[in-house]
């Protein structure tokens, strides 16, 4: 049945998006299957000194709350998280996050190679990393960590990308397993969703 | 360029300053830390090896060490909502009880919030009544604190948080631009008193009204801020302010039935039981 071989062995999702990458989200967000087992692990390049309204604006579209974490708050299956304004957010050995306000990174912060990077020291081979539109390289280098992990790497159809920067900085970077359309990643999610029944 | 460091080679760094130098970095969170390493081995252009050799053989490099380890990336009244509250609600609280009083900030790094205190409280026409204690482990960073001199192509940033403050005047009234650096009016630190402190081996050394430590404590791990939030809860007079970052929390800590929320948005608790 499957185009994706997949299996139950994944323990997190990771996005990176930026520029043009709202509607792609959304859309992912709105599309959950309701029992989705995996926690989704967002970072998305946003206006640095707007704390609030992001985290709101995807909660009305998701199919679950969308919430910001604080400093060393724990994973849970099936939460949906979204790095805060102007900080990076790291996924720390334990299975928690940790925020921090080094240097911009790609001029980022949320930097989006960090929350990928450490995602994939952590979860190593059981990571999917989709990456969406986005006007700058940052992700690519994320993406790559995943790959070299053994993770399952996923980037949107660069013609479909409002801004195709960013998902062809990691096709450059690294052997991306899907290029796939929006909708072709949502059916990606509710395929995977299947195998943890 | 080395793409990654391993665990055990990170305890080996931590463990040689802890015993050569008695700083205590083996609590810090890993994934930061790590970062710290790798930018350090990149900028020095050092192997690991040669790092510990360095660490080991040379006592002076270990303040420069500490420069590059420590982050200091901080604006002036960054989250300005926070300096609003600070100004509207914390201050006037403690006004009630004190008329003089004293602020400590906690890993002040180059003092970008010391600042911005003076002159929210000179603002508020208290500026003489109120001691700061700013205090960081990092003596480099110390010192360019008390220059009250920074990169003029900050201030577009630090100046547009001081519109949203809603500050009575403009940064520029306080400070002086020269060859792409401002400096402050130096009345400002007038009642600040640096000094060198390590939260992590450091004693609580005076009882204060309000404490300022934001996003500082991110870099430890929670067994390590669970150790720093009872000596600041042990550092603060009854019914005196923590102020911590936004994306901290301490409902988890041992400390913290014996405080109170005031603004869950800012992140500021008082004291209310020793």
């Known amino acids: 049945m499957s185009q ?55 909660s009305i579209k998701s199919v679950f709350p969308v919430v910001e974490p604080n400093d060393k708050e724990q994973i849970k299956k099936g939460g949906i998280y979204l790095a805060p304004s102007n900080y990076h957010m790291s996924v720390e050995l ?25 995602a994939a020291f952590v979860y190593r081979e059981k990571l999917i990393g989709i990456l969406l539109s986005g006007a ?14 053994g993770g399952l790497t996923i980037v949107q159809e660069p013609s479909e990308c409002m801004i195709d920067t960013m998902p062809k900085a990691a096709i450059n970077l690294t052997k991306i397993d899907h290029v796939l359309k929006v909708d072709d990643i949502v059916s990606l999610i509710n395929e995977l969703d299947k195998y943890y029944r | 360029m080395i793409q990654d460091i391993d665990i055990a080679d990170l305890k080996r760094i931590t463990e040689l300053i802890h015993s050569k130098y008695g700083y205590d970095f083996r609590n810090y969170a890993m994934s930061s830390f790590k970062r710290r390493m790798l930018r350090i081995l990149e900028v020095k252009n050092l192997s690991i090896e040669s790092l510990l050799k360095k660490l080991s053989e040379s006592p002076v490099f270990i303040n420069e060490f500490l420069d590059e380890l420590t ?55 208290i500026h003489n009544d109120v001691s700061l204690y700013a205090t960081d482990l990092d003596t480099t960073i110390l010192e360019k604190a008390k220059m009250a001199s920074y990169p003029a192509k900050n201030m577009e940033l630090n100046e ?28 400002l630190l007038a009642n600040v008193t640096f000094r060198k402190h390590d939260l992590v081996i450091g004693d609580v050394f005076n009882k204060f009204d309000l404490i300022l430590c934001r996003n500082v404590m991110i870099y430890f791990n929670q067994t390590l801020q669970n150790e720093v939030l009872k000596k600041f809860h042990a550092s603060l007079f009854k019914y005196g302010y923590l102020a911590i970052g936004s994306k901290e929390s301490l409902i988890w800590c041992d400390v913290a039935n014996r405080f109170l929320v005031v603004s869950n948005e800012e992140k500021v608790y008082k004291k209310i039981k020793d």
């Not at chain 1, 921090?100 to 980022?108: A, G, K, V």
């Not at chain 2, 002036?76 to 602020?103: A, C, Q």
Request: net charge positive.
């Open chain 1, 94 to 118: 334990g299975n928690y996050f940790a925020m921090s306000t080094e240097e911009m990174i790609n001029n980022s912060r949320p930097a989006i190679d960090i929350t990928l990077g450490t």
């Open chain 2, 160 to 187: 547009k948080n001081y519109i949203r403050f809603e500050g009575k005047w403009t940064l520029k009234d306080y400070c002086k631009e020269e060859n792409g650096k401002v400096t402050f009016d130096k009345g």
């Open chain 1, 136 to 149: 700058n390289r940052d992700g690519g280098m994320g993406m790559k960590h995943i790959k070299d992990k």
């Open chain 2, 71 to 125: 982050v200091n990336v901080t604006e002036m009244f960054r989250d300005p909502g926070f300096w609003r509250v600070i100004r509207d609600e914390i201050i006037p609280g403690i006004l009630l009880n004190h008329k003089t009083f004293n602020i400590w900030h906690a890993g002040c790094s180059s003092g970008e919030e010391v600042i911005s205190m003076a002159i929210l409280l000179r603002e508020m026409g």
């Open chain 1, 4 to 58: 994706f071989n997949l299996n139950s062995s994944y323990k997190a999702v990771v996005i990176g998006g930026s520029a043009g990458s709202f509607q792609g989200i959304t859309k992912i967000l709105s599309q959950l299957p309701k029992t989705f087992p995996l926690p989704i692990i967002m970072c998305l390049h946003r206006l640095k000194h707007v704390r609030n309204g992001f985290v709101e604006a995807l």
